[in-house]
């Protein structure tokens, strides 16, 4: 794991479950010696003294108890707090190609369970074995008091155990991993059902999902079945195993009592003792049942933290010259390329090409959320290879269908990531996109701003992206494009943008401002323009470049 459960601050949790384990087999040991005195002594009255002390360690075994639960659930919820920030930061640092994997947030529900796992290892795991391996080893050197060879008879019965434990326990992770399988396809398919809503309500297909996912629900209840047989079957051998540890010791009590190597009494005692020992013992009935789930969750984990994070090494920030970016025979596979072209500080690129020429994609590798199968994007002569992550959001910033608005309020998402937050700055963003501060602080966007019109969340995801301050700016073929006020800003924006701007969608009115056209369709890079006699600019075929830019 990342780190480990017995870390600095939980090592005192830990040092103190130890103390109660002592202090509890301590008092026990106590009141057994009592009760043999007691026994022993023949005068069955007892005296205020001794009543006084048993109900004082009766006080002090139900603390210990508390103590225990109480502490060992401190320490599980500290240990799974630390894991799940862990896993968080963690997620965010993926690179976008582990997009699919946080499968909207299903991937990280199962690390949940996973952690659940670890809780209950560490809760009924844990500190019980802890506290009762205490408790296990003064009963023994109390048998050995009484004698030795009862010390002796309780080594291999507790051998025969572990042994037991560790040879069901095979069946029982492998039960528990295809149990842990099929929950994790459940999670998975019904989040992604309930993510196309609207789909299935569409195409009234609400009986084709519903059989699906009894399928799958009924695969998960056979898997849950299979690995409860294998629990139960643990749970009545070590049943069997401790009842026949008692067994073995009574009758070898008898027997050197009968030898007269131990008194009557002293057996009374040890059976006494023998069962409330067995009754605590029971607790470890699912000792090894926790430590396999545990031990599941923790492979699972392990194989989530060995993918590769993004590098954190490179450079933060470009020279402080105009933008220069240079894109050399790019691709990425099944989606764009190979395609090459320029652009500078005040380009103005429009970006066309047919359904599935790659327009998107390609917007996404310059804003570096899609990572390059081939080829090289320079950005002011540095490989974009070689960035630190944070370098993209301070030069790019994209407006996209795959970048939606979040829930909340409009405020909280107009000004998520605004860098340099200057009043005259942020004055002009908001006048430019007509956002008022009425709207400010009254709009409420509901997730993905579903309850808002196309024209409202282009506007919001425009100010959204200018308040980065970016030296590119890249605008995805949104619905709103088609918008009258939409394309007033638009013609506004082209016109007073300090920085390049690529947008993938052809719209007549900003044609006056192109400096260049990349199809991707046939692969071709205009950067020559000329004006027409009636006003529109026109791509002269000469000027164009196949395969380069």
């Known amino acids: 794991m990342a780190f480990a459960a017995l870390s600095k601050q939980r090592g005192a949790l830990f040092l103190i479950l130890i103390i109660v384990g002592i202090v509890q087999s301590l008092c026990f040991l106590g009141l057994v010696y009592e009760a043999k005195t007691f026994v022993e002594s023949g005068d069955y009255v007892l005296t205020l003294s001794q009543g006084i ?18 502490v060992a659930e401190k320490f599980a919820q500290h240990y799974v707090m630390q894991l799940r920030e862990q896993i ?39 500190a019980p074995l802890t506290v009762l391996s205490v408790w296990l080893l003064i009963a023994v050197t109390g048998l050995v008091q009484i004698h030795w060879i009862l010390g002796l008879i309780l080594l291999p019965c507790l051998l025969v155990t572990v042994a037991g434990n560790y040879c069901i326990g095979t069946f029982l992770y492998s039960s528990s991993e295809r149990a842990r399988k099929s929950r994790g396809n459940l999670i998975r398919n019904t989040a992604q059902m309930l993510r196309q809503f609207y789909l299935i309500k569409a195409f009234n297909q609400k009986g084709k999902e519903k059989r699906q996912f009894l399928k799958r629900s009924k695969r998960l209840w056979k898997h849950q079945i299979a690995k409860a047989k294998v629990s139960a079957f643990i749970r009545g051998f070590n049943e069997a195993a401790l009842l026949g540890t008692l067994l073995v010791l009574f009758v070898s009590a008898m027997k050197l009592q009968a030898q007269g190597l131990i008194s009557v009494e002293s057996i009374a005692v040890f059976l006494t003792a023998g069962l409330y020992l067995l009754s605590q013992m029971r607790r470890l009935s699912r000792l090894y049942e926790l430590w396999t789930l545990k031990q599941v969750a923790v492979d699972k984990l392990s194989r989530f933290f060995n993918r590769t994070p993004e590098s954190l090494e490179g450079r933060k920030s470009l020279p402080s010259t105009s933008l220069k970016v240079k894109l050399t025979n790019v691709e990425v596979t099944h989606r764009v390329g190979p395609f090459s ?63 939606p608005l979040l829930k909340g309020n409009l405020r909280e998402n107009v000004f998520y990531g605004a860098r340099k937050q200057q009043a005259e700055y942020t004055d002009k963003v908001l006048k430019l996109t007509g956002i008022t501060d009425e709207e400010l602080d009254q709009v409420s966007i509901s997730e993905s701003g579903r309850n808002l019109s196309d024209g409202f969340s282009f506007r919001f995801k425009l100010a959204r992206a200018l308040l980065r301050r970016p030296n590119l700016l890249l605008i995805d073929n949104e619905p709103a494009l088609k ?16 920085g390049a701007i690529i947008i993938a969608a052809q719209i007549p009115e900003l044609t006056r401002f192109y400096t260049a056209h990349w199809d991707l369709e046939d692969n071709i890079v205009a950067n020559t323009l000329e004006q027409s006699g009636s006003g529109n600019v026109v791509f002269m075929k000469p000027s164009l470049i196949k395969g380069e830019g």
């Open 483 to 498: 918008d009258p006020k939409s394309i007033s800003i638009l013609g506004e924006l082209f016109a007073t943008f300090d």
């Open 88 to 126: 968080f930061e963690f997620s965010l640092s993926l690179p976008a190609s582990d997009r699919e994997l946080l499968n909207g947030g299903a991937t990280l529900l199962r690390l949940t369970n996973d952690m659940s796992a670890i809780r209950n290892w560490v809760v009924q795991g844990l």
């Open 53 to 70: 002390g048993v109900v004082s360690v009766i006080l002090i075994l139900a603390i210990g108890r508390f103590l225990e639960r109480y």
């Open 341 to 403: 072209a320029m652009l500078e500080q005040s380009s103005r690129v429009v970006l066309t090409g047919g359904q599935g020429a790659g327009k998107s994609s390609l917007l996404m590798v310059l804003a570096g959320l899609l990572p390059l199968s081939k080829g090289m994007l320079v950005f002011n002569g540095r490989d974009s290879a070689k960035f630190h992550p944070s370098l993209w959001g301070k030069t790019v910033s994209l407006i996209s269908p795959e970048l």
